[in-house]
Protein backbone atom coordinates (compact mmCIF):
# COMPACT_ATOMS: atom_id res chain seq x y z
CA UNK A 1 0.00 0.00 0.00
CA UNK A 2 1.64 3.46 -0.80
CA UNK A 3 2.17 6.12 1.60
CA UNK A 4 -0.49 7.85 0.10
CA UNK A 5 -3.08 5.47 0.27
CA UNK A 6 -1.94 4.70 4.02
CA UNK A 7 -2.87 8.52 4.88
CA UNK A 8 -6.37 8.57 2.46
CA UNK A 9 -6.99 5.44 5.05
CA UNK A 10 -6.25 6.80 7.99
CA UNK A 11 -8.43 10.55 6.54
CA UNK A 12 -10.97 8.48 5.82
CA UNK A 13 -11.01 6.31 9.02
CA UNK A 14 -11.10 9.68 11.17
CA UNK A 15 -13.73 11.28 8.62
CA UNK A 16 -15.90 8.07 9.53
CA UNK A 17 -16.31 8.33 13.03
CA UNK A 18 -15.80 11.46 13.41
CA UNK A 19 -12.54 10.48 15.78
CA UNK A 20 -9.53 12.80 15.53
CA UNK A 21 -6.29 11.72 13.94
CA UNK A 22 -4.17 10.02 16.50
CA UNK A 23 -0.96 7.73 16.75
CA UNK A 24 -3.98 4.92 17.51
CA UNK A 25 -5.28 5.54 14.25
CA UNK A 26 -1.91 4.98 12.62
CA UNK A 27 -1.07 2.15 14.62
CA UNK A 28 -3.80 0.48 13.39
CA UNK A 29 -3.93 0.66 10.04
CA UNK A 30 0.28 -0.72 9.87
CA UNK A 31 -0.05 -4.03 11.13
CA UNK A 32 3.54 -4.92 11.76
CA UNK A 33 3.12 -8.57 10.21
CA UNK A 34 1.80 -7.50 7.04
CA UNK A 35 4.92 -8.11 5.14
CA UNK A 36 5.45 -11.80 5.17
CA UNK A 37 9.27 -11.07 3.09
CA UNK A 38 11.12 -8.71 2.42
CA UNK A 39 11.31 -6.49 -0.60
CA UNK A 40 13.11 -4.92 -3.17
CA UNK A 41 13.64 -1.38 -3.60
CA UNK A 42 11.00 -1.22 -7.01
CA UNK A 43 8.70 -2.86 -4.58
CA UNK A 44 9.31 -0.28 -1.65
CA UNK A 45 9.70 2.68 -4.09
CA UNK A 46 5.80 1.74 -5.08
CA UNK A 47 4.98 1.00 -1.81
CA UNK A 48 5.77 4.01 -0.49
CA UNK A 49 5.52 5.96 -3.77
CA UNK A 50 9.09 7.71 -3.20
CA UNK A 51 11.73 7.14 -6.10
CA UNK A 52 14.47 4.59 -6.48
CA UNK A 53 16.65 7.34 -6.17
CA UNK A 54 15.48 8.71 -3.35
CA UNK A 55 15.99 5.30 -1.15
CA UNK A 56 19.38 4.99 -2.66
CA UNK A 57 19.88 8.65 -1.45
CA UNK A 58 18.51 8.24 2.40
CA UNK A 59 20.93 5.05 1.93
CA UNK A 60 23.66 7.31 1.45
CA UNK A 61 22.98 9.97 3.64
CA UNK A 62 23.09 7.24 6.57
CA UNK A 63 19.13 7.04 7.38
CA UNK A 64 18.91 3.65 6.36
CA UNK A 65 20.75 0.74 6.40
CA UNK A 66 19.38 -2.04 3.90
CA UNK A 67 20.32 -5.96 3.96
CA UNK A 68 21.22 -7.43 0.70
CA UNK A 69 20.28 -10.82 -0.57
CA UNK A 70 22.61 -13.29 -2.35
CA UNK A 71 22.58 -11.35 -5.60
CA UNK A 72 23.41 -7.98 -4.06
CA UNK A 73 20.22 -6.55 -4.26
CA UNK A 74 18.51 -4.44 -1.65
CA UNK A 75 16.29 -6.28 1.16
CA UNK A 76 13.82 -4.36 2.65
CA UNK A 77 12.57 -5.83 6.17
CA UNK A 78 9.71 -4.28 8.30
CA UNK A 79 11.97 -2.23 10.49
CA UNK A 80 13.55 -0.77 7.28
CA UNK A 81 9.82 0.07 5.90
CA UNK A 82 8.62 1.44 8.95
CA UNK A 83 11.33 3.82 9.28
CA UNK A 84 11.18 4.51 5.90
CA UNK A 85 7.41 5.39 6.75
CA UNK A 86 9.09 7.79 9.19
CA UNK A 87 11.37 9.59 7.50
CA UNK A 88 9.11 10.28 4.66
CA UNK A 89 6.38 11.80 7.21
CA UNK A 90 8.85 14.11 8.62
CA UNK A 91 10.41 14.82 5.25
CA UNK A 92 6.40 16.01 4.15
CA UNK A 93 6.33 17.98 7.10
CA UNK A 94 9.52 19.73 6.18
CA UNK A 95 12.04 18.51 8.47
CA UNK A 96 15.56 19.18 7.01
CA UNK A 97 17.60 16.58 5.58
CA UNK A 98 20.75 17.33 8.23
CA UNK A 99 17.93 17.09 11.25
CA UNK A 100 16.57 13.59 10.57
CA UNK A 101 20.07 12.70 10.07
CA UNK A 102 21.32 13.86 13.43
CA UNK A 103 17.40 12.23 14.64
CA UNK A 104 18.71 9.15 13.11
CA UNK A 105 22.21 8.87 14.75
CA UNK A 106 20.41 9.32 18.00
CA UNK A 107 18.44 6.48 17.19
CA UNK A 108 21.32 4.68 16.46
CA UNK A 109 23.28 5.78 19.26
CA UNK A 110 20.71 4.01 21.88
CA UNK A 111 18.65 4.74 24.57
CA UNK A 112 20.01 7.35 26.58
CA UNK A 113 19.51 9.67 23.48
CA UNK A 114 15.74 9.76 24.02
CA UNK A 115 15.32 12.99 25.74
CA UNK A 116 17.24 14.47 22.81
CA UNK A 117 14.95 12.71 20.58
CA UNK A 118 12.25 14.06 21.98
CA UNK A 119 13.11 17.67 22.05
CA UNK A 120 13.83 17.40 18.71
CA UNK A 121 10.45 15.77 17.60
CA UNK A 122 8.78 18.46 20.18
CA UNK A 123 10.03 21.49 18.03
CA UNK A 124 9.41 19.91 14.98
CA UNK A 125 5.49 19.60 16.22
CA UNK A 126 5.46 23.04 17.00
CA UNK A 127 6.81 23.77 13.58
CA UNK A 128 4.07 21.50 11.84
CA UNK A 129 1.69 22.95 13.87
CA UNK A 130 2.28 26.56 13.35
CA UNK A 131 2.45 25.84 9.12
CA UNK A 132 -1.01 23.92 9.44
CA UNK A 133 -2.30 27.44 11.23
CA UNK A 134 -0.25 29.10 8.62
CA UNK A 135 -2.02 26.95 5.95
CA UNK A 136 -5.50 27.15 7.43
CA UNK A 137 -4.98 31.26 6.88
CA UNK A 138 -4.22 30.56 3.40
CA UNK A 139 -7.52 28.49 2.54
CA UNK A 140 -9.43 30.99 4.11
CA UNK A 141 -8.43 33.87 2.02
CA UNK A 142 -8.94 31.25 -0.69
CA UNK A 143 -12.13 30.93 0.58
CA UNK A 144 -12.93 34.79 0.36
CA UNK A 145 -11.80 35.33 -3.23
CA UNK A 146 -13.59 32.13 -4.57
CA UNK A 147 -16.83 33.69 -2.72
CA UNK A 148 -16.40 36.92 -3.77
CA UNK A 149 -16.38 35.88 -7.03
CA UNK A 150 -19.73 34.09 -7.00
CA UNK A 151 -18.07 30.72 -6.26
CA UNK A 152 -19.31 28.51 -3.67
CA UNK A 153 -16.81 27.56 -0.56
CA UNK A 154 -17.16 23.23 0.31
CA UNK A 155 -16.30 22.21 3.51
Known sequence: MATTDLMNRALAAAADSDAPLTVE?????IEPGELSEPLGIS?????LDISAHTLRYYERCGLIEVARDGLDHRSYDNVAIRRLVFLTR?????????DLQHYVELVDGG???VPERLD?????????RR???????SLVATEYKIARYGGTTGP
Not at 43 to 47: A, G, K, N, R
Open 25 to 29: LVHEL
Open 43 to 47: EVSEL
Open 90 to 98: MRLSGMPMR
Open 111 to 113: EHT
Open 120 to 128: MLVEHRDTV
Open 131 to 137: RIRELQL
